[in-house]
């Protein structure tokens, strides 16, 4: 069910087979989305965080962050190695450099 909600709001692996499309054509690039998300965060989630007279009340929200942290940064390392198969298998093509990964043109 989320897939199928990620997937109606980003689009489809086929829409975006290269990052210069998935920048042009990605609903989360257009500027106004980008800037209801971080308003919207800010106004809701961060403005009363900051409005708090003690802040001890946020130890219990540190350690689940902590913990959400860890967990995810296991379950990349558990993936990478899928997804790099997948690159090397079925994306990269030597001659196009239009499929080779470049963390600096991102």
């Known amino acids: 069910m989320l897939g199928e909600i990620i997937y109606n709001f980003c689009g489809y ?6 990052v210069e499309n ?15 998300i971080m ?3 800010t106004i809701v989630i961060l403005l009363p ?14 350690l689940l962050g902590l913990i959400t942290f860890i967990f995810i ?3 990349l390392i558990i993936q990478s190695p899928s997804y790099m198969k997948h690159y090397w298998e079925n994306i ?3 001659n196009d450099p239009s499929t080779h990964l470049n963390i600096f043109n991102i």
């Open 73 to 75: 940064i296991i379950i």
């Open 39 to 41: 308003y919207g965060i």
């Open 92 to 94: 990269y093509e030597e």
């Open 22 to 36: 998935f920048l042009t054509k990605s609903f989360w690039n257009l500027l106004y989305v980008k800037f209801s």
């Open 49 to 62: 965080l900051c409005l708090l007279r003690d802040v001890s009340r946020l130890g219990v929200s540190s």
């Open 13 to 18: 692996y086929e829409d975006y087979e290269t």
